[in-house]
């Protein structure tokens, strides 16, 4: 084994904590609290070594339920240096799916808040796996050690990170499930140290930066690129409600560099600058993921940034991040009035790390890659991705790995996004949809952000959603639509004859002949700005019957 072979995730943290020791890495503005990257490195490192005289050590499989917390960052990174395997599961994904999330991770340990212990023993989370327990904030709890002993139980000398090699797994993410059934996405070092490169060069991220991040996993990414992690008060599973002062403060007050945010944050925190006359004149840059930005969001919140800052809007997945990115300029400019005539949303370049290619749709596996099957520029096909920040595997899922990836004749594995799309001349991507959101017709698929980009072009519609109702290649297209404001019949059936007319103009829209007015779409749980298509075209089955 070479030494390009051995990477380790947790050795950004360590090499920040020599060049700039006294530098906050995380501050909780709420709290009073903040570690410098010396703290943080240091305490990574005492944790790492208390976890090994419990058992915790290279190749343990951990179940990580902690908030957003110093401890959260200080474990993780603890657990990076240990070689041990961080299992981490959105909260919100309900008892049940997380039930079944630990049963198919099958975690050695398990350290979580003591609300998280309560319910692993009342509900049998891990039960089969289970045998070591660490209690964050809290004392010793039905046998767990707290962590503050697992700290003072080890040496204060400097832990040796282990030498991981590339393609050692490095942590589980499950996906949120929007989609179906939480997956289990292998992480080894070498994908995550891809995308911290990816991300630096992306965006030109300078160490000593000041960054705002809204998402858990995003704000772990902060310290490996020698940013300082501010992180907001705010519910992290909620983030289309967050209080707006919370963001505007902390950003003001430590003069953040970059920020991000799901759609559904932007659209709040937007709409609440635009109304009170606030800027946040730090900002370089804002990156926003999870789900498309309607044009409207990016030039509301576009206005609250300085002249030479822009918007980003990179395309990924929990199993392929990042794999292009676009930005603002770009969108208001030109891409977002394609949008509106129902081209779809361009996602911009591939990143320079990835090979992409549009492949024929179809919903069985693909047992083995080949360059003939690419589709030539517009034609719509599935996103294909492979790159060394794509993930190759789903743990313990043989079935949906097969359904997802497609090997390679020289070793390698192509990651099938599950979205439509398709490549212009210029080769940038244009994204239409889930692959299993296309709406089968008896005059062929209709996809699902083509025909939406056409009517949210509407002044009065805040978003729809095309769903189809029946089954087989015969199914009714309905279009969803939620208001920017509440209305009554009246002002609706005239909404609806003013869409018709929308639709009319456009050979993939003017068929749809169904519009349904929904209260407030269901949304994941994740960025609360992916649609429940699934839900919705239950709804709209009621709705009609």
């Not at 991981?164 to 996906?175: G, K, N």
Request: hydrophobic share 40%; glycine share 10%.
């Amino acid at each position: 084994m070479n030494n390009s072979d051995i990477v380790n995730i947790s050795r950004p943290l360590t090499e920040m904590a020599r060049l700039q020791p006294d530098t906050p890495a995380i501050v909780f503005p709420q709290e009073g609290r903040s570690l410098t990257f010396r703290e943080l490195d240091k305490d990574s490192d005492r944790i790492a070594g208390g976890l090994r005289e419990i058992g915790i050590v290279r190749g343990t499989r951990v179940a990580l339920l902690v908030p957003p917390s110093p401890e959260l960052f200080s474990l993780t990174f603890a657990l990076f240096k240990a070689g041990a395997v961080p299992v981490f599961i959105d909260p919100g994904i309900g008892a049940r799916n997380m039930k079944g999330c630990l049963a198919e991770a099958e975690p050695d340990a398990f350290i979580g808040i003591p609300k998280a212990h309560v319910a692993r023993r009342l509900l049998g989370w891990g039960r089969a796996s289970i045998r070591i327990t660490v209690v964050v904030g809290g004392r010793a709890f039905w046998g767990g050690i707290p962590l503050d002993k697992v700290r003072r139980s080890a040496l204060t000398a400097p832990f040796a990170a282990v030498a991981t090699r590339r393609d050692e797994v490095a942590a589980i993410l499950f996906t949120s499930g929007s989609t179906g059934l939480p997956k289990g996405a292998v992480y080894t070092h070498g994908t995550f140290a891809a995308q911290v490169d990816a991300l630096r060069e992306m965006y030109d991220i300078r160490p000593g930066e000041i960054d705002l991040p809204t998402f858990p996993l995003f704000a772990l990414f902060a310290p490996a690129l020698g940013m300082t992690a501010l992180i907001p008060q705010m519910d992290f599973t909620r983030p289309g409600t967050v209080d707006p002062r919370q963001i505007f403060g902390p950003a003001k007050e430590f003069s953040a560099t970059t920020m991000f945010g799901s759609p559904a944050l932007l659209n709040r925190v937007g709409r609440y600058g635009e109304s009170h006359g606030i800027k946040i004149p730090t900002l370089k840059r804002v990156i926003s993921a999870g789900a498309p930005v309607p044009a409207s969001v990016l030039k509301r919140f576009a206005a609250l940034l300085p002249e030479d800052a822009e918007i980003f809007t990179p395309y990924g997945a929990t199993e392929a991040l990042p794999v292009s990115s676009i930005g603002s300029n770009e969108v208001l400019e030109e891409t977002g009035e394609m949008t509106g005539k129902g081209h779809g949303v361009c996602v911009g370049w591939p990143v320079r790390s990835i090979s992409l290619a549009i492949i024929p749709i179809t919903d069985t596996p693909v047992t083995l890659w080949s360059d003939d099957l690419a589709l030539p520029p517009w034609e719509v096909g599935e996103i294909t991705v492979r790159g060394p920040q794509v993930s190759t595997a789903y743990l313990n899922r043989p079935e949906v790995t097969a359904l997802a990836k497609i090997p390679d004749s020289d070793g390698g594995v192509w990651h099938r996004m599950g979205d439509v799309g398709y490549l212009d001349t210029k080769g940038r991507i244009w994204f239409c949809g889930r692959k299993s959101h296309r709406v089968m017709t008896a005059h062929g698929p209709l996809y699902t952000i083509p025909a939406e980009g056409v009517f949210n072009t509407h002044p009065k519609v805040f978003r729809t959603a095309l769903v189809g109702v029946g089954s087989g290649s015969n199914q009714k297209p309905v279009l969803c639509v939620e208001l920017e404001e509440k209305a009554g019949k009246p002002e609706q059936d005239q909404i609806r004859t003013e869409l018709f007319q929308l639709g009319s103009g456009y050979p993939h829209t003017k068929k749809i002949r169904t519009i349904l007015f929904h209260p407030a779409f269901p949304v994941d749980i994740r960025h609360n700005a992916k649609i429940f298509r699934e839900k919705l075209a239950v709804w709209a089955q009621g709705q009609r019957s």
